[in-house]
Nanobody, 127 residues
Framework: QVQLAESGGELVQAGDSLRLSCATSGFTFNSYIMGWFRQAPGKEREFVAAVMAWGGGSTNYADSVKGRFTISRDDAKKTVSLQMNSLRPEDTAVYYC???????????????????WGQGTQVTVSS
């Protein structure tokens, strides 16, 4: 059974840092691209970051988080993390991790590129 479980979301202040983690099981983790998306109330699910399979040699970030967020993966532990620095109120959303097979090198990843999803973790940034 495929499982993805996010953790680490909480209420923080603008400018703070937060690290999200996603523990996985039930699939061949190292062969999957891993990504993070977020969804704010009343808005569509939005791409945040993705990391290539097999050790994560390449990454892809949304313009809105470039330079502030860092995605990483640990194939031995089957986890993917999102380090978020300089958080802003507009980063407030439910954050989801996802696993997929499609890589986009020069454009944002899309939800349809991912096959498996976690339940999400809430991140709230107060001003």
């Amino acid at each position: 059974q495929v499982q993805l479980a996010e953790s680490g979301g909480e209420l923080v202040q603008a400018g703070d840092s937060l690290r999200l983690s996603c523990a996985t099981s039930g699939f061949t983790f190292n062969s999957y691209i891993m990504g993070w998306f977020r969804q704010a109330p009343g808005k569509e699910r939005e791409f945040v970051a993705a990391v290539m399979a097999w050790g994560g040699g390449s990454t892809n970030y949304a313009d809105s988080v470039k330079g502030r967020f860092t995605i990483s993966r640990d194939d031995a532990k089957k986890t993917v993390s999102l380090q978020m620095n300089s958080l802003r109120p507009e980063d407030t959303a439910v954050y989801y991790c996802a696993a997929g097979r499609t890589w986009r090198a020069t454009e944002s990843m899309r939800p349809d590129d991912f096959e498996c999803w976690g339940q999400g973790t809430q991140v709230t940034v107060s001003s």
